[in-house]
């Protein structure tokens, strides 16, 4: 059995350095022994100073730092943990979990910053700002533009946390949080509060983070709410009772400071009507309901609480996930062989165990819930242990508690549905949930389902055997995908790639000339000035390109020969370019036109220079259209403009260089538009002098 080290008082981090707390702490007990394992208290911090500490000293800080810069210090943080992750596991068994459920939590929130890390650097400008999408065109005369600028927010961002993981709970708070240019004042769940503890000792001893960017608060947040004003943010994990509480507080109504909610959420995962037990799919959705029933011991706020199944199908699915459950080995998660460690503590198994007769009230018992059952090297009378449990509840139409009663452990309801149209009554009635899955081989079954209950789920899984080698579960939620749910769920949103980078900034809509536009964001806008290049720019290093400069091409006359010639190139013979007699009859072309990737390969041949210079290499082509039709006689000639410079990292031996945007418009003798696009290219950066 685990022996419990006592780790004495979990500290907080303010102000630049860490505070032990006075007085006697309340203690937190090992989940495994029950033995007191830690004591908390954030008695004798100063909220107000760390607020303030936060918003002059790391604030600035971070603010000075480029998107490029900050996802890069993303990286070496996240490498920094994976080298130091072994005493994260190690501690992580105190809080019950097993080597896998800590693999999600630690690797998981390891790998939140690898992906902001990654995004940041491919899909951020190398700037302090963004720009989100296309400039709008608001007048006639194309001098007034509007564009969406995000700058980071100047507060703090309070995070807020659950314990049921409090490494990956932090992480992928943070990630967005600093990838946006935000400080930090994390509070975690004080049940957990020591591994998350251990979790901010690292990210600090790394040396990497800006002083301030990045506080601890273990233990109560006192009279922090107070002093919270309109720039910060507080992102919110836990139950929806302290969810209310917190968002009700008055100075997040009086100063609108933005409150996100991840609540408790009562998900579902449906059998597909179609699916027999003859299928994979029917062996899918037994693994996938008893993987997400012992997960995390049942702790996950995406676990299944609700499984819909086809009446006729019950009693084969009741049977073989009563049998499976009965084989899961519970137990002290140090013993290789246990499969489901105990909850977080004995309060929650209190907590569970109510939960769990308000919902046997609603219907029966299948399997488990039972206060005496077999465990391996662990006592029930210490350890914070709860069997997995099956419920049914044959009426679900008739009682609420199975859609709103979460038993935060590992339970589950089965109840039976007639037709489709119940099975997608029935996961509504969650008001709101973070995940639903359907195990379907049936694709206009996975339509209804989605399309009947993506108003109530922030995310929705349709599993199927093509996909079932490499998906990732029902209850993972993914740093590129968005996590958070409507109604009860909180009505929260959370990560979601770069999206989750905008609840800590700030979205202003910005209007103005052309120039100004330019000038401000450092991207060329239609409609700004476009200064005629002294040197052909692909003479040009990267360093050297100027915002708008521009390159006119000499002019080409498009011949018959040149789409006939075109034609036997590329294989293309449709008729608008080889028929006339079709093409004159068609109402589009009126006439024999060239192909567009003719115009496109003849503007390239105007705007090349073609001899070896700092232009590498043309890597991509976006926003192409064809705006008319070019026919034979007609005289193109091209302008070719610098729209955008992104510097990027060399990778080691490769020659340092920067992706150029250019702007391109083809126009015809009669100076209309004919083609317009952006074309990237690979530009080598300035050489150093030597010295
Ligand atoms: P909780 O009791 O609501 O606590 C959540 C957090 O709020 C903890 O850090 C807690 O700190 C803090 N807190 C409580 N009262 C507070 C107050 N007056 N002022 C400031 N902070 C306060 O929830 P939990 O028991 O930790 O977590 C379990 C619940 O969270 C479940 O219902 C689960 O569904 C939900 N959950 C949701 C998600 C999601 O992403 N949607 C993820 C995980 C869990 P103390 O521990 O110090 O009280």
């Known amino acids: 059995m685990e022996t419990t080290v006592y780790l004495g008082k979990v500290q907080s981090f ?82 019950g979990a097993t080597k896998q459920d800590a693999w999600l939590d630690i690797d998981g929130g390891i790998g939140t910053f690898f992906v902001y890390a990654s995004k940041g650097r491919r899909e951020l400008p190398d700037e ?44 992928e708070k943070l990630a967005p949080t600093f990838l946006a240019g935000m400080p930090a004042i994390v509070k975690p769940a004080s049940v957990t509060a020591y591994v998350a503890e251990r979790v901010v000792r690292l990210l600090l001893e790394s040396g990497l983070l800006p002083e301030g960017a990045l506080q601890l608060i273990c233990g109560g947040v006192g009279d922090l709410f107070d002093h919270l004003t309109g720039q910060d943010v507080v992102t919110f994990t836990g139950s929806a009772e302290t969810g209310l509480r917190l968002k009700s507080h008055p100075t997040i109504l009086r100063e609108a400071v933005r409150f996100n909610m991840e609540a408790d959420s009562l998900n579902f995962s449906m059998l597909g009507p ?57 137990g002290d998660p140090a013993n290789e062989r246990v499969q489901m460690g105990p909850l977080v503590s004995r309060d929650q198994v209190a907590e569970v165990r109510s939960r769990l007769q308000e919902l046997a009230a609603a219907g029966e018992i299948v399997c488990g819930g039972d206060s005496d059952f077999q465990l391996v090297d662990a006592d029930l009378e210490r350890g914070a242990f709860f069997a997995p449990t099956l419920l049914y509840c044959a009426h679900p139409f008739e009682h609420t508690a199975p859609h709103t009663v979460e038993a935060f452990g590992p339970v589950n309801t089965v109840m039976p549905y007639r037709d489709l149209d119940e099975a997608i009554r029935l996961a509504r009635m969650g008001r709101g949930s973070l995940v639903g899955s359907l195990v379907t081989a049936d694709p206009e079954v996975a339509r209804t389902v989605v399309l009947g209950t993506a108003a109530y789920h922030g995310r929705l899984l349709v599993l ?21 749910g409507p109604g009860r769920a909180g009505g929260g949103e959370e990560m979601g790639g770069i999206r989750g980078l905008y609840r800590y900034m700030q979205r202003t809509a910005l209007q103005g000339s052309p120039d100004m536009l330019t000038a401000i964001g450092n991207e060329w806008m239609p409609g700004a000035a476009r200064p005629e290049a002294d040197v052909h720019p692909f003479r040009k290093y990267f ?30 013979f449709f008729y608008a370019h080889m028929d006339d007699l079709a093409a004159r009859e068609s109402e589009v072309f009126q006439g024999r036109v060239a192909h567009g990737y003719f115009v496109l390969s003849a503007a390239a041949g105007l705007f090349v220079d073609p001899r070896p210079g700092p232009v590498l290499a043309n890597y991509g082509l976006e926003n192409l259209r064809f705006t008319k039709p070019v026919k034979p006689g007609d005289t193109i000639q091209a302008k070719l403009t610098v729209k955008q410079k992104i510097p990027r990292e060399a990778r080691e031996g490769e020659r340092p260089s920067g992706v150029v945007k250019w702007h391109v418009d083809v126009t015809n003798q009669d100076d209309e538009l004919v083609a317009t696009y952006d074309i990237l290219t690979l530009v080598a950066r300035r050489p150093e002098p030597e010295a």
């Open 128 to 171: 302090r700002f963004l720009l989100e999408g296309e400039p709008e065109r608001i007048s006639r005369g194309g001098t007034f533009l509007g564009h969406h600028l995000l700058v980071p927010l100047e507060g703090v961002a309070i995070h807020i946390n659950a314990f049921n993981f409090p490494c990956w709970g932090m992480l």
């Open 543 to 572: 360093d050297d390109l100027r915002i708008g400069e521009t390159y006119t091409t000499a002019r080409r006359t498009v011949t018959e020969a040149d789409i006939v010639n075109f034609a036997g190139i590329s294989g293309d």
């Open 274 to 330: 179609d699916v027999t037990p003859d299928m994979p799919e029917f062996e899918l959705f037994l693994n996938e309901v008893v993987r997400e029933m012992t997960i995390k011991t049942g702790q996950r706020c995406t676990a299944i609480r609700r499984t819909l199944v086809p009446a006729d199908r019950v009693d084969a699915v009741l049977e073989a996930l009563a049998n499976r459950l009965r084989e899961v080995v519970v």
């Open 14 to 95: 303010a102000q630049g350095r860490w505070h032990t707390p006075q007085g006697k702490g309340r203690p937190v007990y090992h989940a495994v022994t029950g033995e007191p394992i830690a004591e908390i208290s954030s008695e004798g911090l100063d909220f107000k100073g760390m607020l303030e500490y936060a918003r002059n000293v790391g604030g600035p800080k971070l603010r000075q730092m480029t998107f490029h810069e900050r996802a890069r210090m993303l990286k070496a943080l996240a490498l920094y943990l994976n080298e130091h992750k072994a005493e994260l596991y190690e501690l992580s068994r105190a809080t």
């Open 464 to 484: 199927d055997r093509t996909c079932a080698r490499e998906n990732t579960g029902h209850g993972s939620p993914l740093p590129h995908l968005v996590h958070g």
